[in-house]
C-alpha cells in the first residue's frame, strides 16, 4: 500500500512536472509589440519592447529584422546593448503600405560580442488602421510647428496617403 501511495506521488509530480510553463531561455522576453502611426509627421514604424529576464553581457546587440509591407527586402536594424538595461525598446525605420489586420514577421536576434546568436525571439505585429490614414505630407513644418498648407485640400481637410502601388493583403 505505502509503494502504490509513493509511486502515485512520483506519477503525479511527473504530470505536474509537464505542465509547467517552459522558462523562456535568454536575456528577453517578449513585452509589447505595435504599429506608431505619428500623424503630425505622417510616419508609421513598427514598436517592439522587450523585458530583460536574464544577464546581458558586454557587447552584446540585437539584431531585428521586420518585414516590409511595401514588399522588397526584409528591413534590419542592429541596436547595442547595455547589462544595467531593463528594457529594449526596438524601432524600424519609416514604412509604407501597412495594411489593416495584416500580421507581419519581426525576428529579434539577441547576438554576443562575437556576433554568435544567444537568443532567438520571433513575433507578428497586426495594426487596426490602413497607412491611408496618415496624411500624404507633413501636416505642419518648422520649429514652431506652423500648418503646412500643401498638405490640405480646399476644404482645410488632410489629403490622405494613397495605397496606391501597396502588395494586395
Same mark, same amino acid.
Given at each position: ?48 519592447? *522587450? ?31 547595455? !547589462? ?8 524600424? !525605420? ?34 487596426? *488602421?490602413?497607412?491611408?490614414?496618415? !496624411?500624404a505630407r507633413l501636416i505642419v513644418t518648422g520649429p514652431a510647428y506652423q500648418r503646412n498648407d500643401a498638405a490640405f485640400d480646399r476644404n482645410g481637410n488632410p489629403v490622405a496617403k494613397s495605397m496606391e502601388g501597396c502588395p494586395?493583403?
Amino acid at each position: 500500500m505505502k509503494r502504490g501511495w509513493v509511486m502515485a506521488m512520483v506519477l503525479a509530480g511527473l504530470v505536474s512536472a509537464g505542465c509547467q510553463r517552459e522558462a523562456s531561455t535568454g536575456p528577453f522576453e517578449l513585452s509589447g509589440r505595435l504599429f506608431v502611426f505619428n500623424y503630425r509627421i505622417s510616419q508609421a514604424s513598427y514598436l517592439v519592447t *522587450l523585458k530583460r529576464i536574464g544577464p546581458v553581457a558586454e557587447g552584446m546587440q540585437a539584431r531585428v529584422r521586420f518585414e516590409n509591407p511595401a514588399g522588397g527586402t526584409v528591413l534590419e536594424i542592429r541596436q547595442k546593448l547595455f !547589462p544595467a538595461q531593463d528594457k529594449l525598446v526596438l524601432e524600424s !525605420p519609416p514604412l509604407t503600405c501597412v495594411r489593416k489586420d495584416r500580421p507581419y514577421s519581426v525576428a529579434i536576434d539577441i547576438l554576443d560580442q562575437d556576433e554568435k546568436l544567444v537568443q532567438e525571439l520571433k513575433t507578428s505585429v497586426t495594426s487596426d *488602421l490602413d497607412q491611408s490614414v496618415l !496624411p500624404a505630407r507633413l501636416i505642419v513644418t518648422g520649429p514652431a510647428y506652423q500648418r503646412n498648407d500643401a498638405a490640405f485640400d480646399r476644404n482645410g481637410n488632410p489629403v490622405a496617403k494613397s495605397m496606391e502601388g501597396c502588395p494586395a493583403r
